[in-house]
């Protein structure tokens, strides 16, 4: 015998200071108490022959299967950074993994809306500084909230892209199995919804705070963002998804074309827009709560 | 209790009077059926209805008219569409793919759809699937990466995930070699626990290799359903062999020994009757209803 060390297996060891076969068949099958498992470990580690004599009472069977669940383990992965940041946080990981399939959160998708993002503000700056003009020679300049007209208009539509691709069934390529499956279709859409709209407000309003424009901007695009988002959702269990998402756009895109029309394009997130944002966003969650069998029926209908 | 009572009680899955429309196309009209354990081979050309059919058996399209009941249960009914779920396996015709997933990151990701929450007891669940199925080597294999036979196969795995009582498999032979066909038919023979499971395919040759249940759809009509030697049986008598070619056949092409084999009713001069295949009789049916 080499590299062996008796005395390493402590209140496991026999006489000779080595585990006894029987020892090493409970812990081949996994039978062994936790105690005794750490010890004959421990004696593992340093003695060449008992690593020898252990491999007779493995099961090969239940070897090549642990062996394969291991593999697909490691294939699987962990996830994402941000993935394993938010399991430490508590959120369970198999709703985690459902976000995996959402274009929205990908990081492709969310370069986009910074690039986007990137131009409008760029562009909203630009105005401010005077370094370009807005509009046509003879229009008037110089009203309040000139330059953030694109802003406005593209912020909050930003919002609502992400969560319609979270949930329109032309972003889902598998979305036949999520119908046919047990997994609640309403949960899955929550789920999706929500992340979506936190991927897409955070820049959306980092945006707006870096932006050369009142201070209160960022907060006060919050509530158009979610009642937008809110209504593609409640609409999607009445028309077809595509045409919920189009609706809910058109709805925020006339009005702040309409005021920035008419200098005075501020008015879409100041009191009375917010007022009436309030009471989209709850009407909005009443109809998705009372409707949301529809999202359990299948997609295709 | 009658013959027939006893048979409508212990159907698997009950199909009564079954009616769809895609707006002016009547995909299924009235469709009566009633499947057992095993397995069940569903025959008909392209727009006959099968992919409607089993879409309704999946639980992911609704009917216009009619009822079906599966292990007793109504998909109509929230609690009861969720049971049935519960012990589904899915192929759809055309499954798309989330491309940049590995193999085994898109069967995890099926597997929660499942309700398997727990990370072991699904990375169990995704390599028993990948190994019945021989996709063991390509775990890490991104789907983008994956040739179409790969992904048909992957296909066939995630509808195995949860070891389901009701498989629904939308041509899943499609794009399979001849060995990979063969160990398909295989793997469904050694499925366990019984399940029923109905395939829907264009290659008669399978369903006469492990179907001992054969439904032909035509025109969304239900317009056979038996076994497979009672399908060919509908052509005895009416499949020839010659060595010219008659023209007023239903069909006739030149076989590998070089003779004509006729469908029909007209045999050319010298012709020898010969041994219908389930093909045969479902290319008479086919025929007969005006499909083809």
């Known amino acids: ?35 005794t498992v750490w010890s004959v470990e421990a004696h593992l580690t340093g003695c060449a022959r008992c690593r020898s004599a252990l491999s ?8 090549a299967h642990n062996r394969s669940v291991l593999l697909v383990r490691a294939a699987i992965g962990d996830g994402s950074r941000v993935r394993r940041v938010l399991r430490r946080c508590g959120l369970p990981d198999h709703v985690l993994g459902l976000l995996a399939a959402t274009p929205s959160l990908r990081r492709s998708w969310l370069l986009s809306v910074m690039g986007v993002l990137a131009v409008v503000a760029g562009e909203a700056a630009a105005v401010r500084y005077g370094w370009i003009t807005a509009g046509s020679p003879g229009i008037i ?36 199995l999520a119908a046919a499956a047990p997994f609640s279709g309403f949960a899955l859409l929550l789920a999706r919804s929500v992340s979506a709209l936190t991927a897409a407000l955070v820049p959306v309003a980092a945006a707006a705070f870096l932006l ?5 901007l960022p907060v006060a695009l919050l509530l158009p963002s979610l009642a937008l988002s809110a209504f593609a959702l409640a609409a999607a269990t009445v028309l077809p998804p595509r045409a919920a998402a189009v609706t809910a756009g058109a709805l925020w895109a006339v009005p702040v074309l309409l005021l920035a029309a008419t200098h005075v394009p501020l008015v879409i997130v100041q009191w009375h827009a917010q007022s009436a944002c309030a009471a989209v966003l709850i009407a909005s969650a009443v109809v998705l709560f009372l409707r949301r069998d529809r999202f359990e029926l299948g997609w295709m209908r | 209790m009658d013959e027939m009572t006893r048979s409508v009680r212990t159907a698997a899955v009950r199909v009564d009077g079954l009616s769809r429309r895609y707006g002016a196309t009547r995909a299924l009209d009235e469709v009566d059926l009633t499947l057992e354990r095993g397995i069940t081979g569903l025959l008909g050309p392209n727009g006959a209805g099968k992919t409607t059919l089993l879409s309704i058996l999946a639980t992911v399209s609704e009917p216009d008219a009619g009822r079906v009941l599966v292990f007793g249960l109504d998909p109509r009914e929230a609690a009861e569409r969720v049971e049935i779920r519960r012990r589904l396996g899915y192929l759809p015709q055309e499954l798309g793919y989330h491309r940049h997933f590995t193999v085994a990151g898109f069967l995890d990701y099926v597997a929660i759809l499942k309700e398997i929450t727990g990370r072991r007891r699904r990375a169990e ?3 028993r699937v990948l190994a019945a199925i021989g996709l063991e080597r390509r775990a890490r294999t991104r789907i983008r990466a994956l040739s179409g036979g790969m992904r048909q196969r992957l296909g066939i795995a995630q509808a195995l995930l949860g070891q389901p009582d009701l498989l629904i498999l939308d041509e899943p032979t ?3 070699d001849p060995e990979q066909r063969l160990r398909f038919r295989e793997l469904l023979s050694d499925l366990p626990g019984d399940p029923v499971i109905v395939l829907s395919t264009h290659q008669a040759d399978d369903i006469a290799a492990i179907c001992p ?7 969304g009509r239900l317009h056979f359903a038996g076994t497979p030697s009672d399908l060919a049986a509908t052509a005895a008598g009416r499949v020839w062999a010659a060595d010219q070619r008659e023209t007023r056949a239903h069909l006739s092409w030149r076989g590998g020994d070089s003779r004509w084999r006729h469908i029909g009713d007209h045999p050319p001069a010298g012709a020898e009757l010969v041994t219908p295949t389930v093909e045969d009789g479902y290319l008479l049916l086919s025929h007969a209803s005006g499909a083809r």
């Open chain 1, 1 to 35: 015998m080499t590299n062996s060390s008796p005395g390493a297996a402590g209140p496991v060891a026999g006489a000779d200071g080595h585990p006894g076969e029987d020892l090493l068949a409970s812990y081949a099958a996994g039978t062994a108490g936790t105690v």
């Open chain 1, 56 to 63: 007779a009472h493995v099961d090969a069977e239940r070897l």
């Open chain 1, 141 to 176: 300049h110089g009203y309040p909230g000139q330059n953030l007209a694109p802003f406005l208009l593209v912020g909050p539509l930003l919002v609502l892209a992400g969560v319609a691709a979270a949930f329109l069934p032309m972003f889902d390529p598998a979305c036949r």
């Open chain 1, 212 to 216: 050369p424009g009142p201070g209160w």
């Open chain 2, 125 to 127: 669940e995704v390599a």
């Open chain 2, 174 to 176: 499609a794009g399979l």
């Open chain 2, 213 to 219: 249940q054969v439904v032909v759809l035509l025109q």
